[in-house]
């Protein structure tokens, strides 16, 4: 039986794993934490008892790969899935605006939607929709080196547009500032949520925390196919002769029983246990995401999510007691005390919601300084394919050439990848 190590348990990693696994291949992950998950993963609050995530993640109906993946792993019923796209945005004194598709066919269904929603006046609606017809046909050609701002303004989209429509979904989707990210991004993006199928633009939530919504089923998954995974092990160097990989250093022994190794740790890992590896012109730069978990005496909101418009608070999540803000493209505030960081959000939530401070019982603020990178026009050519100049080394992880930005879908897709590459390698079958 082949032996793949995998380097790695987030999102990626445990892809590549299961994958590998149902093809026959034996696969060991390697996680320097005590736990899967890597960038995705949940916890106990001490305080109140309540597992929350290191920050909220939605998926959308678009995320073909990570649904493929879920089902394969039987994680499937841990998911909330939307009967029919609808996002409640605000404005303040919680003016609420709700951009919901309606009972007709696809696309008509997402038209009707968007002419109805009134957060923007009519004629903002049409512009909006005079661009999105024409995004499938859009040439990339034409975007060359434009920012997602730079393209909206070319196209006509005024400033309202932008902040109550295209901001939230490109904030929502890329991370990061629509000055710094590319608008092929954007533009790929578009035509996965608004033009491949009915369910596409659908947003779907875990039902629990992360941990036990993908990595407790991939986890069971692995092991049930005689996978092991050793966790709290560093690898640290790699040794190689011509074009293979002989053998992994780790915090604990090296290790030369394979015949493949992956690895699925972010850029910024694996150039420091295998520097040279890549020939990249530019690092990758990061944006942060801070989460604030907030528990509440009294919470009369009634929608489970918001979109807020005009605030640097972008979403706002109702889980009852508990409510969860994500602050998407948080490099400013990263460095602010938890406090400063409360006390900005909650003058927000005033501003836009009738919740009061004085209901607050508790609050946890996270902060993940590099959540995901950002999709600038620079990185587009330089992010690297899975396979590398060595025959028996592959790699993974959300930062390569999938085409997507840092998202779940694109480490699911390059764990796919990077074990499509091994099993095609070794001659057999995928699934
Ligand atoms: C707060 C937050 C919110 C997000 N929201 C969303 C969202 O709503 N929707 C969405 O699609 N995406 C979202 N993302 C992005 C998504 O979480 C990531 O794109 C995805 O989890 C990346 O997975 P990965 O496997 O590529 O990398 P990682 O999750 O970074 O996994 C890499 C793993 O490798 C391990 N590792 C590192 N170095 C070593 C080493 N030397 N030896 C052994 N192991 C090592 C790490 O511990 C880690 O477990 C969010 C991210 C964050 C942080």
Redesign the pocket.
């Known amino acids: 039986m082949k032996k793949c190590l995998i380097?790695?348990?987030?999102?990626?990693?445990?892809?590549s794993a299961a994958y590998l696994s149902k093809a026959g291949i034996q696969v060991e992950i390697?996680?320097?934490?005590p736990?899967?998950?890597?960038?995705?993963y949940s916890f106990k609050d001490n305080i109140t008892g309540t597992v929350i995530?290191?920050?909220?993640?939605?998926?959308?109906g678009c995320?073909i790969e990570?649904l493929k993946f879920i089902k394969m792993i039987k994680a499937e019923d841990n998911l909330i899935y939307q009967k029919k796209l609808c996002i409640n945005f605000l404005k303040p004194q919680f003016q609420i605006f709700q951009l919901k598709s309606i009972r007709l066919f696809y696309p008509l269904n997402l038209i009707l939607g968007l002419l109805r929603y009134n957060a923007i006046k009519f004629s903002e609606r049409i512009k909006i929709l005079s661009l999105l017809i024409k995004i499938p046909f859009y040439s990339v050609k034409k975007l060359q080196n434009l920012s997602v701002n730079d393209w909206l303004i070319k196209e006509k989209q005024s400033e309202d547009i932008r902040k109550a429509f295209w901001d939230i979904i490109a904030v929502?989707?890329l991370?990061c500032n629509t000055k710094d990210a590319s608008s092929v991004y954007f533009l790929h993006i578009l035509k996965k949520i608004f033009f491949s199928g009915h369910s596409s633009a659908k947003i779907i939530l875990p039902a629990y925390g992360l941990t036990e919504t993908f990595c407790n089923h991939a986890e069971k998954f692995i092991i049930d196919y005689d996978g092991t995974i050793s966790f709290s092990?560093?690898?640290?160097s790699l040794k190689s002769n011509n074009d293979t990989i002989t053998e992994l250093v780790?915090s604990k022994r090296n290790i030369s029983d394979f015949d493949y190794v992956i690895s699925?740790?972010?850029i910024v890992?694996?150039v420091?246990?295998f520097p040279g590896i890549l020939k990249l012109k530019e690092i990758l730069n990061f944006s942060s995401?801070?989460?604030v978990h907030i528990w509440l005496n009294d919470n009369n909101l009634e929608k489970t999510f918001f979109a807020l418009i005009g605030s640097k608070v972008h979403w706002i999540f109702n889980h009852g007691s508990h409510l969860t803000i994500?602050i998407?493209d948080a490099n400013e505030l990263i460095n602010m005390s938890s406090d400063k960081i409360f006390s900005f959000v909650i003058n927000e939530i005033e501003f836009y919601t009738p919740l009061k401070k004085e209901t607050v019982k508790h609050y946890k603020v996270?902060k993940?300084k590099?959540?995901?990178f950002i999709p600038s026009n620079s990185i587009q050519n330089e992010r690297p394919d899975s396979k590398t100049r060595f025959k028996n080394f592959y790699l993974?992880?959300?930062?390569i050439n999938t085409g997507l930005p840092?998202?779940?879908?694109?480490?699911v897709l390059?764990?796919k990848i990077a074990a499509y590459e091994i099993i095609s390698s070794s001659n057999r079958e995928l699934f």
Do not use: C
């Not at 380097?7 to 892809?15: E, H, N, R, V, Y």
């Not at 390697?30 to 934490?33: F, K, R, V």
């Not at 092990?233 to 640290?236: F, G, H, K």
């Not at 840092?406 to 480490?411: G, R």
């Open positions: 380097i790695g348990g987030g999102i990626a990693g445990l892809t390697i996680e320097s934490s736990k899967l998950g890597g960038r995705a995530d290191n920050g909220q993640h939605i998926l959308m995320y990570t929502g989707t991370n092990e560093n690898i640290i780790s699925s740790v972010p890992e694996l420091k246990f995401i801070v989460s994500v998407s996270i993940e590099r959540a995901t993974a992880g959300d930062w840092s998202t779940i879908e694109s480490a390059s764990g």
